[in-house]
């Protein structure tokens, strides 16, 4: 299972866009990268999947480089709203994901 | 709303009652687990039911019980809880256990935020 290595947290402004990059340095070849989004008091919410260069739907882009030894999840003009814990999966362990302490992003008015 | 639904949303109990945890979920998906959220740690992963069978026990100790009646229900039962099972329980469900292919994902209920007196 690869180690994945993220910022323990994060400040932003409303309207600026938040760059949160995750170091995979031993991802496998068939591995996914998989970033969940949690809310204070809710379970973690799927956001983005990638596997290499660039993926992007309505709530966020994911840029995954070459090595692919590590990937940006990208959140464009944020708002209070987007305040949250951010975590970057990598692989799974025997079918099991493991979630980290993953990335609080705090966005202040 | 994410297709999965637990309740009760909060619950307060002390070390000697016995109360369980429900969770619905209306994805028609086989997998379902439970988690547990103590404050400031990562998600620990308790159990896991495949197709109603269980595939994973955490070493989780036995005074938290689980039944999956069928795929779309799962239950953790307490008793006798101590005070440092105070934590968030979330339930998960996916279409099936191998989380490792494109697309795959975990979808959770809200929690049931647990105190234990």
């Known amino acids: 299972l690869a180690k994945t290595t993220q910022p323990i947290s994060m400040d932003s402004y409303e309207g600026q866009e938040v760059n949160i990059t995750c170091s995979h340095n031993n991802i496998a070849t068939n591995d996914y990268i998989t970033w969940y989004q949690q809310f204070p008091s809710q379970g973690p919410r799927f956001i983005i999947q990638?596997?290499?260069t660039k993926v992007t739907n309505e709530v966020a882009s994911l840029f995954i480089p070459a090595d692919r030894k590590s990937s940006t999840l990208s959140l464009p003009r944020v708002s209070l709203s987007d305040t949250a814990v951010y975590y970057c999966?990598?692989?799974?362990?025997?079918?099991?994901?493991?979630f980290g302490a993953g990335t609080t992003v705090t966005v202040r008015a | 709303e994410t297709g999965v639904t637990q309740t009760p949303r909060h619950l307060v109990m002390g070390m000697t009652n016995k109360k369980s945890l429900k969770c619905e979920q209306h994805l028609g998906h086989n997998a379902m687990y439970w988690y547990k959220q103590s404050a400031k740690k990562p998600l620990e992963l308790m159990f896991v039911y495949n197709f109603k069978e269980q595939t994973e026990n955490n070493s989780v100790p036995s005074r938290f019980s689980p039944e999956c009646p069928n795929s779309s229900h799962l239950f953790l039962h307490l008793h006798t809880l101590q005070p440092e099972d105070s934590a968030l329980y979330l339930c998960a469900s996916s279409r099936d256990q191998t989380l490792g292919r494109p697309n795959e994902k975990l979808f959770f209920g809200s929690g049931t935020q647990l105190s234990v007196l």
């Open positions: 990638g596997y290499k």
């Open positions: 999966l990598v692989g799974v362990d025997d079918y099991k994901l493991s």
